[in-house]
């Protein structure tokens, strides 16, 4: 136990007060899991009481409930900005019990007033259909971390505490969830954290001992032990421990008052220059009973401080009428008389607890962040324009090119300091190294002189993780900033099941009309599928684009810009969209360039079009070669060349998507080309050859509906790779400009006397190329030399 226990800084009179605020918050939360009628027990509890499906998670809620009273002192006493992150989001009847105890609730949704029927609506409405959800979530004011998905409380603490001095983050962590490897992970935030320029985390594991059916690796370790990781994760750790509420109330407010003052130490020192030191912020590990106050037994099992406490500590109270006297007694032991009055108020003298206005934790506007959102300062994409001097002519490497776009969006929101760009340990391998000048990487541990651009005060945030890169750009944009997040292709996936917990808050988010938008969460995606050329297979995995194609067609868009300026004109209006998740496809490699600026532009807007300078189709196309991608469009337009060599009068269209989302009909997504326009530009009967970046099937997935699906040829990737030629990866996933100048000719019924002659010069080609690169390591010159052939 720390120095403080011995302090009693609360005097009776405010001690019996919390308490009791405590009992209310864990009364309310007690009465929905439990009752759908006679919410204050004013008569004995019958069966028609309770709830016919007893649904939700007391094991967490008490302590969770506790901090929740003891952050209202301190929010009050020292005039606090804060907002509660709480990782185990299951305890969200204990959130909702405390946001209706200080009046945001009932502001927020006024059916829920301040009385017996407020209080009954409140409890009938918790998990139940069509009410409200049984976790932390979008729903719930002062939320921005839903808490289903265990393990990213911590790091959305971070996100949230980034660039804003002011704030005080505190964050639960369950001792489960810190089992987990985003959360494990997280601790190290704290070497990213400037205490001059941002705000503060304070860390609370949550030291329940158990999981949903195991104790769990935390609590059963010794305590010095435990101590120890933390201090090794740069921490300085305090505890709290103990079941006795009285006493438990006096030792909370001593720690926590020691812990607030080292806090505002911390900031002082930073702030008044007379610390450069990354210091050692405080944390607390709270060691209280899982369903803390529950039910100590139920049938001769110990309940309270047990793994049984998870969920709802007794059901079956139709079964056994036992049962139904042991809630009576639970729910009467906190003594509900004494905390509502006669209409069922919360009691004034108690009420008064709560901070006042946008000090309540559920009406602090950063857990709203789209109240707080300024628009980003996006200068002039056109200025960053690669110059076309002839099509294809020249190369460039499109994402360096981004990264000069990225460095005047760092300069023009340096002073506004709302805009930061994340990526594991990749941002200069993906070639927008230009981002960090200037502004340099964010860095709290030690330097040495070898070190390059690394500073407290850097907006750009490398740490090799994927997880923390997520987690911080989610947590900074849900509190009203936004962001930008490049990564490896391949392994982007290993946020999928993040992204999906952003796409589903943004969804529901979009129903709530007091969530204000926030900033889009915007992917880029480079060291492509094609160009593998250091890592081969384990580097090779287009399918994010599949995982995001699954989410709400109102949430999602997905770009393959297949040149600079498309990409430019993609990201400029990525970077000033709200609410999407929009993910970047764009490779680095040096590329031929295809669109001038404003024909980019144009493109864009559609987001699919015909290519006339490509095409000769002369408005009727024998065949349409459709493409998506940067590599595959490459490949088409060689395709296309070769066809003219070999065939000069058959007449090609060559179709390019830039908005994937195009594909599908708009019945499916906002984006979707109307049927007639979709239909204009594959005319039924015509054969597509389509050279797709990703997993084929999706292609066909999207466009399933279209009345020329069934002429529908896709090639992608197909799970062929190794470390070979950027051309060869080519072939051997059947992308290559021979396959897709073969299938032009086997699949136009015009050509059908040729198709054998065609099977024999692909082979031959095939074979060459297969000889050159097993016996040079490289393309053959025809293949590296390949130019579009401009008209
Ligand atoms: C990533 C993830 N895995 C599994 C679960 C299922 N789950 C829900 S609650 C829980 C136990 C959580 O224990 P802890 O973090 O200690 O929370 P508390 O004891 O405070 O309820 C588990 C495993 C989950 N929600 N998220
Ligand atoms: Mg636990």
Request: proline letters at 7%; charged letters at 20%; a negative charge.
């Amino acid at each position: 136990m720390s120095e403080t226990t011995s302090k009693s800084p609360l005097s009776p009179e405010l001690l019996a007060k919390m308490d009791a605020y405590w009992r209310a918050a864990n009364y309310l939360s007690v009465g929905q899991i439990y009752l759908k009628d006679n919410p204050l027990l004013e008569r004995p509890l019958t069966l028609d009481d309770v709830k016919p499906r007893l649904l939700g998670h007391w094991g967490t809620t008490p302590g969770l409930n506790f901090l929740y009273v003891h952050w209202n002192r301190l929010i009050r006493e020292r005039d606090l900005n804060m907002i509660y992150i709480i990782g185990p989001g299951h305890g969200g009847p204990g959130l909702v019990a405390n946001t209706y105890l200080e009046g945001s609730y009932t502001e927020i949704y006024p059916h829920i007033e301040q009385n017996r029927d407020g209080i009954k609506r409140l409890f009938r409405q918790f998990s139940w259909p069509y009410g409200i959800p049984s976790h932390v979530a979008p729903e719930t004011p002062g939320s921005i971390h839903e808490g289903g998905e265990l393990g990213y409380s911590l790091v959305h603490a971070y996100g949230a505490a980034f660039d804003n001095p002011g704030l005080i983050v505190a964050c639960v962590i369950g001792d489960g969830e810190a089992e987990t490897g985003p959360l494990a992970t997280s601790w190290h935030s704290n070497k990213f954290l400037n205490p001059a320029t941002d705000g503060a985390v304070l860390p609370i594991l949550h030291l329940n001992g158990y999981k949903i059916a195991n104790p769990t690796v935390l609590a059963r370790i010794p305590h010095a032990e435990l101590e120890n990781l933390m201090r090794g994760y740069g921490y300085e750790p305090f505890t709290l421990e103990g079941d006795d509420p009285a006493t438990m109330h006096q030792q909370a407010a001593a720690v926590f008052d020691t812990i607030f003052d080292r806090i505002a130490q911390i900031q002082k020192a930073a702030r008044d220059g007379s610390s450069t030191e990354r210091p050692a912020w405080p944390m607390l590990i709270m060691r209280t009973p899982k369903g803390w106050t529950g039910p100590k037994f139920v049938d001769g099992k110990p309940v309270e401080n047990t793994w049984r406490a998870h969920q709802v500590p007794f059901s079956e109270l139709r079964e056994k009428p036992d049962h139904l006297r042991l809630l009576q007694e639970w729910m009467h032991s906190y003594r509900p008389e004494e905390l509502f009055d006669e209409k069922g108020a919360f009691r004034p003298e108690l009420a008064e607890l709560a901070p006042k206005g946008r000090r309540r934790m559920g009406m602090n506007d950063h857990a709203n962040g789209g109240l707080l959102l300024k628009p980003l300062k996006v200068p002039n994409f056109r200025e960053f324009a690669v110059k076309i001097e002839g099509r294809g002519q020249s190369d460039a490497e499109s994402t360096r090119i981004l990264g000069h776009m990225l460095h005047a969006v760092m300069e023009a929101n340096k002073e506004q300091k709302n805009f930061r760009v994340f990526g594991p340990d990749e941002t200069a391998s993906n070639r927008l190294g230009d981002v960090i000048i200037g502004t340099g990487k964010t860095w709290m541990a030690e330097t040495l002189p070898v070190d390059e651009n690394l500073s407290p005060t850097g907006r750009v945030m490398e740490v090799l993780s994927e997880h923390l890169c997520q987690g911080w750009l989610e947590g900074y944009l849900l509190t009203g900033r936004h962001g930008f997040f490049s990564c490896y292709e391949a392994f982007i996936h290993i946020v999928d099941s993040m992204v999906n917990q952003h796409a589903k808050w943004l969804k529901v988010t979009r129903e709530i009309p007091w969530r204000k938008p926030i900033a889009s969460l915007n992917y880029l995606l480079s060291s492509l599928v094609w160009r593998q050329d250091h890592n081969g297979f384990s580097h090779q995995d287009p399918g994010f684009i599949d995982h995001l194609a699954n989410k709400k067609a109102d949430v999602v868009r997905i770009y393959l810009p297949p040149d600079a300026n498309t990409l430019l004109s993609v990201a400029d209006h990525c970077l000033r969209s709200k609410n999407y998740i929009n993910l970047i496809v764009a490779g680095k490699q040096p590329a031929p360039q295809w669109l001038t600026m404003d024909e980019a532009i144009a493109h864009c807007t559609t987001g699919i079009g015909a290519w006339n300078w490509a095409s000769n189709d002369e408005g009727d196309p024998e065949v349409v070669m459709a493409c998506s991608g940067d590599v595959p469009t490459l490949e088409t337009l060689a395709a296309v060349t070769l066809l003219r060599d070999r065939i000069p009068d058959l007449r090609i269209r060559v179709v390019n998507v830039v908005d994937l989302m195009a594909l599908e009909p708009q019945s499916e997504h906002p984006h979707g080309l109307p049927d007639e326009e979709f239909d204009r530009l594959f005319p039924v009967g015509v054969p597509i050859v389509f050279a797709f970046h990703g997993y084929p099937w999706l292609i066909h997935r999207l466009t399933y509906r279209r009345h020329n699906h069934d002429n529908l040829h896709v090639r992608g990737y197909k799970e062929e790779g190794t470390t070979t030629t950027p051309f060869d990866m080519c072939v051997l996933n059947n992308i290559d400009r021979f396959q897709l100048a073969l299938d032009a000719i086997t699949r136009v019924p015009r050509l059908a006397s040729q198709a054998d002659a065609a099977r024999q010069w692909y082979s031959e080609a095939i074979q060459r190329h297969r000889l050159y690169v097993t016996e040079h390591g490289e393309d053959l010159p025809e293949i590296q030399n390949w130019h579009w052939e401009q008209s």
